[in-house]
């Protein structure tokens, strides 16, 4: 059977054939169809980006319809429930495979050289204001960066490449718990390096002068597991973005501070935030039916149900509902969480969400295990930005190894003015 597609184009009675390739046409392919030789030849228009593959990728896989995802190959949940450090997943992200155990031990290391920052990066994180939002602070921070490593403009050097991913990898925490203490007003904590990379970032966040943080193992696993679900999630608003500031060649500092800027919008990074808005809102369990009533009736939106690409069950969502017990038998119990609970049956028996697909998506119970925690709302998108800097890393380096990759330039339709002709100030209308 031939790999292509036959296109008739009624409009000249032509037909073309255009190949398949996994399971996809090539859209410069669409260029021979022609009306006239003064014609540019047919373009694909899709708003969004809803059905068009940007570049080829073996790092994360996605089936919406069934619920899947998986990292490298591995099923989320296996590794959520199987890794024993985030620096494992992180090395499979962008490694290709598990590590081995001198492979793990020299990762670790690799990553543990690079945790602390300049001196004039906290002076840099000193001059905003008390009150500047955590991920501001976060953003402007990792763009700062490139100034103190000018190397990293040497993107097409594979050692130099690395050597910046192992710094971002082990710089974002610290740059995140120093966003934290500036907020409050706190001093900062430096890296203990004895500590997990989750361990590590609880103490930078919440340990107090000289008394020594006891991290607490429930907690530190399902931070752990929370960066484990949130590395990478294929091309995604955040790394598109990364990819696509990333493929003008500038320094990766610079395409992580876009990538995280992308992040932190309310309808990518943020939404865990208004989850949590919403349980505010509707107060105890017992109002949870005239709230999904005022929902169905477009007087209410349902929030952390849905998702771009799952049309299923999340599976992030799935392993995060466990861990949210988990973490409450050791902070106790939220109330919200009975809300919560109200909320996700009645939807999944009710019709009028059955039908449109809106299951739970990771968003739903992450913002409660963080408020559980004693992470502030705004602190939310920090908290994504970190794990999602190893998915960013990992594609913008596969980015940069692909000789079919360009400059990101999409096409348009032109919909303005047809040529006309200057007119004096006295003839305007």
Request: with cysteine; net charge neutral.
């Amino acid at each position: 059977m031939a790999e292509t597609l036959s296109i008739k184009d009624n409009r000249s009675g032509k037909t073309y054939e255009v190949s398949i390739e996994h399971g996809a046409i090539k859209a410069i392919d669409l260029r021979q169809i022609k009306v006239s030789d003064d014609d540019l030849g047919l373009m694909s228009y899709d708003p969004a980006f809803m059905n068009t593959a940007s570049c080829k990728s073996s790092i994360t896989y996605i089936d919406g319809d069934k619920g899947i995802l998986r990292y490298r190959g591995y099923p989320i949940e296996q590794l959520a429930e199987q890794s024993t450090s985030f620096m494992e997943v992180a090395f499979l992200i962008l490694h290709g495979e598990l590590p081995t155990d001198q492979q793990r031990s020299d990762w670790r290391q690799k990553i543990r050289y690079h945790t602390l920052v300049h001196e004039n990066i906290k002076k840099l994180m000193g001059g905003f204001r008390y009150d500047a939002h955590p991920m501001g602070m976060f953003i402007s921070t990792i763009a700062a960066l490139s100034t103190f490593y000018p190397e990293a403009k040497e993107v097409e050097n594979r050692d130099n490449r690395w050597k910046q991913i192992h710094r971002l990898i082990a710089k974002v925490p610290t740059i995140a718990a120093f966003a934290y203490r500036h907020s409050k007003g706190l001093q900062y904590n430096n890296p203990s390096n004895d500590l997990t990379y989750a361990g590590n970032f609880l103490n930078m966040m919440f340990k107090l002068g000289d008394t020594p943080y006891d991290v607490h193992p429930t907690l530190e696993r399902a931070l752990t597991i929370l960066f484990i679900l949130h590395a990478d999630h294929e091309q995604n608003c955040s790394t598109s973005a990364m990819r696509g500031v990333g493929s003008s060649h500038v320094d990766p500092y610079s395409a992580v501070a876009a990538a995280a800027a992308a992040l932190w919008g309310p309808l990518h990074g943020g939404a865990n935030e208004a989850v949590l808005r919403m349980l505010d809102e509707i107060g105890s369990v017992d109002k949870v039916p005239s709230f999904i009533d005022s929902c169905k009736g477009g007087k209410g939106r349902l929030m952390g149900f849905g998702h771009r690409v799952y049309k299923n069950y999340d599976p992030r969502a799935t392993v995060i509902k466990k861990l949210a017990h988990d973490v409450f038998n050791v902070t106790g119990t939220n109330p919200k969480l009975d809300i919560a609970l109200a909320l996700e049956r009645i939807a999944l028996e009710d019709d009028y969400f059955v039908k449109r697909k809106l299951y739970p998506n990771v968003d739903f119970y992450s913002g409660l295990i963080y408020q559980a925690m004693g992470f502030a709302t705004d602190f939310f998108p920090v908290l994504f930005a970190i794990p999602r800097t190893v998915g960013w890393l990992a594609q913008w380096n596969e980015h940069m190894q692909d000789k079919e990759q360009k400059i990101a330039r999409p096409r348009q339709l032109y919909l303005g003015p047809s040529p006309r002709d200057w007119v004096p100030m006295e003839k305007r209308k």
